[in-house]
């Protein structure tokens, strides 16, 4: 089993207070101090725009970085706002009610980001360097997918090649996210110029940089305005300045900084298609009030099997909500997990896309041959939501993981045949 290191940070907690762990004032920032509703009534009317058109969510994102909610992660040391992994859940789950593309790109975002504040706050100075960057207006996006690599972060089909100064990449990202906007790009690559031990590098490749295309690749079922186009690398030299990290190939690689890029990601994906699946309930509940039918004398909301699907919504979601929110604050106050953090992690983020799928699914059945039409905006819930699915980890990777956890058994341990 490979050893995860224990990860101790200092409580914050959504509702402000004092931190146990740090005896000092939590940040004072809410949802709405950052977010204003009118803002998000913004987002809201441009939704179907950017869905309809294929296009960024440039007027979103341009309001996001002028409130500051791009630094909301970074230390206030540092000019940010300080908010810990459980408290950007927070606010990312409300943006995702809103707007959940607009939601899911600034997530890719955001993360890198929560990750160096966490080491940072943990005395690990190495990303210092990404949180003034980050206060400077820097904007960071994921690089990890790739086709044909069902194992992202801890293996890669990408080639990272030692050179003097630094690593050269090779190879096809996809999902990045954030596209015509990023300024350095978080990458993953493998180097096997020692076969029996393979490594893992982590870089982020300036904007600037030479040996990388970008190929307009996004035409998709849901989650549009993210523009999460491909990015070619061919022989793109990263120097030793923006090199994160090396580690091993595998579980066995799985260090506080890998460990972070679960929680932080996965743990955004779970919290922005929770906000997604309530806004269908929503949406399922005002349908159900207001559509009448001829076999009743009161509205769709006394169909008893009507109430029964709202029911099973609503209990789905009861479930994810406490869930997700337990795993976020674990991880903010450094509750140790060790070895199960990655299963926690991982499982929290399975349960609430499938449940959320599940809500939303069932809304249509609700909702009726109204919300088919792109007008109702019912059907874009519906795309959106089974992309939560596929996102890492999916549910193959993520049974592994419990499930080898469970056992005993080694991340990286394989079976045995005949």
Same mark, same amino acid.
């Given at each position: 089993?490979?050893?995860?290191?224990?990860?101790?940070?200092?409580?914050?907690?959504?509702?402000?207070?004092?931190?146990?762990?740090?005896?000092?004032?939590?940040?004072?920032?809410?949802?709405? %101090?950052?977010?204003?509703?009118?803002?998000?009534?913004?987002?809201?009317?441009?939704?179907?725009?950017?869905?309809?058109?294929?296009?960024?969510?440039? !007027?979103?994102?341009?309001?996001?970085?002028?409130?500051?909610?791009?630094?909301?992660?970074?230390?206030?040391?540092?000019?940010?706002?300080?908010?810990?992994?459980?408290?950007?859940?927070?606010? !990312?789950?409300?943006?995702?009610?809103?707007?959940?593309?607009?939601?899911?790109?600034?997530?890719?975002?955001?993360?890198?980001?929560? *990750?160096?504040?966490?080491?940072?706050?943990?005395?690990?100075?190495?990303?210092?360097?990404?949180?003034?960057?980050?206060?400077?207006?820097?904007?960071?996006?994921?690089?990890?997918?790739?086709?044909?690599?069902?194992?992202?972060?801890?293996?890669?089909?990408?080639?990272?090649?030692?050179?003097?100064?630094?690593?050269?990449?090779?190879?096809?990202?996809? @999902?990045?996210?954030?596209?015509?906007?990023?300024?350095?790009?978080?990458?993953?690559?493998?180097?096997?110029?020692?076969?029996?031990?393979?490594?893992?590098?982590?870089? @982020?490749?300036?904007?600037?940089?030479?040996?990388?295309?970008?190929?307009?690749?996004?035409?998709?079922? +849901?989650?549009?305005?993210?523009?999460?186009?491909?990015?070619?690398?061919?022989?793109?030299?990263?120097?030793?300045?923006?090199?994160?990290?090396?580690?091993?190939?595998?579980?066995?690689?799985?260090?506080? @900084?890998?460990?972070?890029? @679960?929680?932080?990601?996965?743990?955004?994906?779970?919290? *922005?298609?929770?906000?997604?699946?309530?806004?269908?309930?929503?949406? %399922?509940?005002?349908?159900?009030?207001?559509?009448?039918?001829?076999?009743?004398?009161?509205?769709?909301?006394?169909?008893?099997?009507?109430?029964?699907?709202?029911? !099973?919504?609503?209990?789905?979601?009861?479930? *994810?909500?406490?869930?997700?929110?337990?795993?976020?604050?674990?991880?903010?106050?450094?509750?140790?997990?060790?070895?199960?953090?990655?299963?926690?992690?991982?499982?929290?983020?399975?349960?609430?896309?499938?449940?959320?799928?599940?809500?939303?699914?069932?809304?249509?059945?609700?909702? +009726?041959? !109204?919300?088919?039409?792109?007008?109702?905006?019912?059907?874009?819930?519906?795309?959106?939501?089974?992309?939560?699915?596929?996102?890492?980890?999916?549910?193959?990777?993520?049974?592994?993981?419990?499930?080898?956890?469970?056992?005993? *058994?080694?991340?990286?341990?394989?079976?045995?045949?005949?």
């Amino acid at each position: 089993m490979a050893t995860i290191p224990e990860v101790s940070l200092p409580k914050l907690s959504c509702d402000g207070g004092e931190s146990t762990a740090t005896g000092q004032p939590a940040n004072q920032l809410s949802p709405e %101090s950052v977010l204003t509703d009118e803002m998000l009534s913004r987002f809201e009317s441009r939704v179907a725009t950017y869905d309809r058109e294929n296009r960024f969510f440039d !007027q979103d994102f341009e309001e996001l970085r002028a409130a500051k909610y791009l630094v909301l992660p970074v230390p206030k040391e540092f000019g940010g706002g300080g908010l810990s992994l459980a408290e950007m859940c927070c606010q !990312q789950r409300r943006l995702a009610y809103y707007a959940p593309a607009t939601a899911l790109a600034v997530n890719m975002h955001l993360y890198w980001i929560g *990750i160096a504040a966490d080491l940072w706050r943990r005395g690990d100075t190495s990303l210092e360097w990404m949180l003034r960057d980050a206060a400077a207006g820097e904007i960071f996006a994921a690089g990890h997918a790739e086709s044909g690599n069902d194992i992202p972060v801890l293996l890669s089909t990408s080639k990272a090649e030692r050179v003097e100064g630094g690593y050269r990449f090779t190879g096809r990202k996809q @999902f990045g996210s954030l596209t015509p906007v990023w300024t350095r790009f978080g990458l993953h690559g493998m180097d096997t110029s020692d076969p029996e031990h393979p490594k893992i590098v982590h870089a @982020f490749m300036p904007r600037d940089n030479r040996g990388y295309i970008i190929k307009e690749t996004w035409d998709v079922l +849901g989650m549009r305005a993210t523009r999460s186009d491909d990015t070619v690398l061919e022989n793109a030299f990263i120097p030793d300045r923006y090199v994160a990290r090396v580690v091993p190939a595998g579980g066995a690689g799985i260090d506080a @900084f890998v460990l972070s890029i @679960f929680a932080w990601a996965l743990m955004g994906f779970a919290n *922005i298609y929770y906000g997604l699946a309530r806004r269908a309930l929503d949406k %399922s509940i005002a349908s159900a009030k207001s559509k009448g039918s001829l076999a009743l004398t009161r509205t769709m909301a006394y169909h008893p099997e009507v109430q029964h699907a709202i029911a !099973q919504m609503v209990i789905d979601l009861e479930s *994810i909500g406490p869930h997700i929110e337990r795993v976020a604050e674990d991880w903010s106050n450094g509750v140790d997990h060790g070895a199960e953090w990655p299963m926690k992690i991982f499982a929290a983020k399975y349960c609430a896309v499938e449940g959320s799928w599940r809500v939303v699914d069932t809304g249509l059945d609700i909702v +009726g041959g !109204q919300g088919i039409f792109r007008s109702a905006g019912y059907e874009r819930l519906l795309r959106d939501a089974r992309l939560g699915r596929i996102h890492p980890a999916n549910s193959f990777l993520t049974h592994e993981v419990v499930g080898k956890t469970a056992l005993g *058994i080694g991340l990286d341990e394989q079976p045995r045949w005949g």
